[in-house]
């Protein structure tokens, strides 16, 4: 991955929406087997804009860390709230994979 920097300006009012509907998601979705969330970060390269998750379940043995480009490099390409909810899905879907009995 390129350098990391910081966030640019124009995207912070939908990184708050973004952050906002992922706490909630978490929040509606939460039960004992779902995840909690840790930790919440974002940063930006020449790729776009980048979120990185630490989640804990009881499930896990560990936290589990999940990074997605939330932002490509022309802009976003989707409504703050979708790009949450696909995001959150996909939490939940490596956290399921991850304690998949083989």
Not at 19 to 29: A, K, P
Not at 57 to 78: E, Y
């Amino acid at each position: 991955m390129d350098a990391e920097k910081e966030v640019p300006g124009q995207y912070q009012s939908y990184i708050v929406e973004f952050t906002e509907e992922v706490r909630l998601q978490m929040e509606e979705n939460s039960s004992e087997n779902s995840p909690s969330l840790l930790d919440m970060v974002f940063f930006g390269d020449l790729d776009g804009v980048w979120c990185e998750v630490t989640v804990n379940a009881l499930r896990l043995h560990q936290p589990l860390k999940k990074k997605s480009l939330i932002v490509p490099a022309g802009g976003p390409d989707k409504d703050a709230w979708f790009a949450a909810m696909t995001f959150t899905s996909a939490i939940e879907q490596e956290i399921d994979r991850i304690t998949r009995p083989v």
